[in-house]
């Protein structure tokens, strides 16, 4: 039987019942190579030379596949149709072929499928073809691009910028976004405007509304009325005139659906929508691309099959009628800038499979296809026909004109089913005006001005990022997810009510990079890299070549930093964020001098944990620190005093918000009461009550059934928490530290103690240093208090003026004994192996100045 590969053990089901049992479908459960996760992986000074290693995971299925061959040596390998698709054949061919699965002669084919159904399955096994070398080269330009930014910048990052963790190529482009907006709202400044709406009655009765447009025989403008003093000028010259309907205008206009969906508007869809993330919104879009529902769901193409144009248009007629079904099909010209990489839109694979119909979806997946097939069908209905009607109302003496507007739906079209961005059913009576006459009076009722402030721009949702990048060419359908994940797994980003809110850390990222690495986070440089890569799958572009003209600039920003002190990066990251950690207090005074001392410069500082704040030159004379967001600059303040009569406080300090009783003894050491505010309190809403609340922690539970020992409930430096003994187990809600009961405490404490290591995860060594002398390996990690050297359980902090990119193995080797209080003792051998030779130390290679950093591992 033939072999025939797909990704997914899912996918690989539901095609072996379409092929039958004369074919043999394996899964290769994605990805089965990529480049170890050390510097050296790509070699920019070798051809771009690139090191493959097969995942351990993926071996077995390897095996399983090469095994399945010997049978019969036929390979079909049937992959997703697109770049990451084609890259995972050119894989699992170049590892076959190492392994000496394949013989010289053995057939290899590529067949490629929009949608697993079987008509498609079936005709696709009738036209093979071999591997698309073009689309692999894009994908290995983009893998070493992403690599190489990965394993070179983020050493700089983290030797320059103590704290910060790995950049990536379009990861730190989309930060420097959400970034730059948030910047945008802090600087905003509201301005006042008014306008004047009036209430008027037709002579039969009638009520209707209209704004004022012209004063004074001036149009008017947003801003012309700035005040309420001008705002209420206008409502006298309102009310001191009759007045007369002008004109009455009725015209008739149509709208046009929106395109079918491609995964850049299926994204944005369904965050506006239903409440789905791009990441959730991939995930129940590959099940239904796998269960046979929908078509490929990665693509940026709108054009449609004409088989399905056609079944849609047909079960438009059977569900609503034909007076829905436009008289021609409709055509959508698709923007994809490659053929080669450019599908259907993403839609239904059976148009009249309703969403009602499907059953053993997953809520999610039954919410996306609804959005999917309406969306399918909307796009191949009749215009909606709509009649817009403009009211002029004038002054007797032509002094005010006001004007009144409506619209009516006449036929619904499209918008029966589907409308982008707002609710789905639409009030035809919505905005319909009585009838007016021209040239009869209009009674006036009431005439009320009203005050608006011009508005900050919106943070960005994942919506509306996607949207952004999108027009800005940044990033490609598959990749947005992915970006918008990264972003916050890295704790750059945080996302609450569905906003995109840059933490502290990434703001100092994009500093770091604006000034030091201007290209890697430039629009029109990133847009342009991408059109390059589109170039090269297009066949238009040597990849190579593209890989060449980034390396030559970007190596010589590399080197530009070599020599950087921290020093000197943070007092320019401080004159770049000035406007943010440095507000001006409006009284002329300098916002960098020390509030406490009145004499130290302010300045930012970092911490090994990541964490940035602002503290005083003066130091330690002088001890102020305060956080780095710009809310929390605010000046100390009492909330009001306890039972006893003692000052509580919010205060802000190097680590965030805090309330703080009382103030501290000069003549003691002792500190006041102090507690930091739950991770997303804000400063501003914090209240006596609650303040008191947190300062009453460790909450006692009560006393464990077991061994009578406390159960204490409290907040910590990694949120809220109960514990017994020394046992912690965490709560999801601050607020279950007030409400939690013995029951639940008891509960969570149990299954914290059956499951200590839950939820970990080992770290991945960022460099293998050498065998320690006494046995076991040395390795370089990266953790939350900057990098270190493991040897079994001992973990040595390097000190601050140690290169990581550069630590030698005898480096490490005195970090370890002097973190374990004792110098390395070699093992003594074995009796029975003292009379061998002993065994030569292989000669010592000079070290390359690579630095081993943390990639992305998103390939872009």
Known sequence: MPVVVVESPAKAKTINKYLGPDYNVLASYGHIRDLPSK???????????????????????????????????????????????????????????????LKGDAPVQRVVFNAITKSAVTDAMRQPRGIDMELVEAYLARRALDYLVGFRLSPVLWRKLPGAKSAGRVQSVALRLIVEREMEIEAFRAREYWTVKVELETPRGDPFEARLTELDGKKLDRF?????????????????????????????????????????????????????????????????????????????????????????????????????????????????????????????????????????????????????????????????????????????????????????????????VY?????????????????????????????????????????????????????????????????????????????????????????????????????????????????????????????????????????ADLEATSELRITDVLETINDVLAPHIFPDPGDGSDPRLCKACGMGRLSLKTARSGGAFIGCSNYPDCRYTRSLGGEEAAEDRVLGQDEYGVDVWLKSGRFGPYVQLGEQD???????????????????????????????????????????EPIEAAIGRFGPYVRHGKTYANLKDPDDVFTIGMNRAVELIAVKRANPGRGRTAATPLRELGEHPSGGKINLMEGRYGPYVKWEKVNATLPKEADPATLSLEAALELIAAKAGKTPKKRAAPKKAAKKPAKKKPAKKPAKKRAAGDAEGVVE
């Open 39 to 101: 510097d050296g992986s790509v070699d920019p000074d070798n051809g771009f030379e690139m090191i493959w290693q097969v995942d351990s995971k993926a071996a077995p299925h390897v095996r399983a596949i090469a095994d399945a061959l010997k049978a019969d040596p036929k390979l079909i390998l049937a992959t997703d149709p697109d770049r990451e698709g084609e890259a995972i054949s050119w894989h699992l061919l170049e590892a076959l072929k190492k392994r000496r699965a």
């Open 224 to 416: 012309d009325l700035g005040d309420e003093t001008a705002a209420k000028a206008a409502v006298a010259a309102i009310k001191a005139r009759a007045l007369k309907i002008a004109s009455v205008e009725a015209k008739p206009a149509s709208r046009n659906p929106s395109p079918p969906f491609m995964t850049s508007t299926l994204q944005q869809e369904a965050s506006r929508k239903i409440g789905l993330g791009a990441q959730a919104t991939m995930r129940a879009a590959q099940r239904l691309y796998e269960a046979g529902h929908i078509t490929y769901m990665r693509t940026d193409g709108i054009d449609m099959a004409p088989e399905a144009v056609k079944a849609a248009r047909e079960a438009i007629a059977a569900r609503y009628g034909e007076s829905y079904v436009p008289k021609n099909p409709r055509v959508y010209k698709n923007k994809a800038k490659n053929a080669q990489e450019a599908h259907e839109c993403i839609r239904p694979t059976v148009m009249t499979a309703a969403p009602d119909n499907l059953k053993g979806l997953e809520p999610d997946q039954a919410r996306l296809y609804e959005l999917i097939w309406k969306r399918t069908l909307a796009s191949q209905m009749e215009s909606a026909r709509l009649e817009r009607t403009v009211v002029e109302v004038a002054g007797a003496d032509g002094g005010v004109g006001l004007r009144a507007t409506g619209q009516v739906v006449k036929f619904d079209g499209f918008l029966r």
């Open 419 to 555: 409308e982008e961005g707002r609710d789905d059913v639409v009030d035809e009576e919505e905005g319909l005006l009585p009838e007016i006459l021209a040239g009869e009076g209009a009674d006036q009722k009431a005439v009320i001005p009203l005050q608006h402030f011009t508005q900050p721009p919106p943070q960005y949702t994942e919506a509306t990022l996607v949207k952004r990048m999108e027009e800005l060419g940044i990033g490609r359908p598959s990749t947005y997810a992915s970006i918008i994940t990264v972003i916050q797994d890295r704790e750059y980003v945080r996302k609450e009510k569905g906003r995109l809110i840059p933490e502290d850390k990434g703001r100092l990222v994009i500093a770091f990079l604006e000034n030091y690495f201007k290209r890697i986070v430039n629009y029109d440089f990133t847009a342009s890299l991408e059109a390059d890569l589109d170039d090269v799958s297009g066949g238009r572009a040597e990849w190579k070549a593209v890989l060449e003209r980034f390396w030559k600039n970007f190596s």
């Open 666 to 708: 000069p003549g003691s050491k002792e500190k006041p009461k102090r507690a930091s505010l739950p991770k997303g309190a804000a400063p501003q809403e914090m209240t006596l009550a609650r303040a008191l609340e947190l300062l009453s922690l460790p909450r006692l539970v009560g006393k464990h059934p077991e061994d009578g």
